[in-house]
């Protein structure tokens, strides 16, 4: 609802949004997101979202538009967060009319792609392919805001994916990085 993104929104400015992993990770994201090439003013995909926290985020610092990528339907009663299911985003691409990003975030999402645990399709690829279509529909010049978990290069099925120096720099091929912000275990990267 409006009511609880404004909510969110607000908490996420003043400290007090827990998100998804608690006050320190959701401070570093509005911290990271303020660094992001093409959030400001801009349409943002969103790539993975259990709960909104990302997406009210987003509109703290600025982002003009959301479009959240979900493997399960979203209702969204928000006027600037629109939502889509991949196959309603495979469409979209395939009539020409999906429309191309300012930037991309994804916050602890793709590290799950193609394992199977979120109704999702068995696909070894599916974490590379995600982040490479995500480059596909992003503006020249628009960033990426990345999140997984980091260890020792390695599948821990079918939960997650952790990601050493073998497996990150497989994921994010098409980017460059700009910027490497820490959280314990689940580092962001600003791409572009």
């Known amino acids: 609802t409006e009511e609880l993104i404004a909510n969110w929104s607000s908490g996420c400015g003043s400290g007090a949004l827990e998100g998804t992993y608690g006050r320190i990770h959701t ?14 003013n801009g349409h943002v995909l969103v790539i993975g979202s259990l709960n909104p926290w990302v997406e009210a985020c987003l509109l703290h610092v600025g982002a003009r538009e959301v479009t959240t990528l979900e493997y399960g339907k979203i209702i969204s009663l928000h006027p600037k967060l629109k939502t889509m ?9 395939a009539a ?9 975030v994804t916050y602890s999402s793709v590290e799950h792609s193609g ?12 974490d590379l392919q995600t982040v490479a ?8 010049g628009g960033g990426l805001l990345l999140s997984v978990p980091e260890g020792p290069d390695r599948i821990m099925f079918n939960a997650h994916r952790e990601y050493g120096p073998v497996m990150l720099s497989q ?19 600003i791409l572009h």
């Open 96 to 104: 020409g009319s999906l429309p191309s990003f300012d930037a991309v």
């Open 133 to 140: 279509r995500a480059w596909c529909v992003t503006k020249a």
């Open 171 to 189: 994921l994010a091929a098409n980017w460059i990085q700009e910027l490497k912000l820490g959280v314990g275990g689940h580092p962001t990267y």
């Open 115 to 126: 394992l199977g645990r979120y109704g999702d399709v068995l696909n070894p690829w599916g």
């Open 27 to 40: 401070r570093a994201l509005e911290k990271a997101l303020k660094q992001t090439k093409g959030i400001q």
């Open 85 to 93: 299911v991949p196959s309603e985003a495979r469409d979209l691409y």
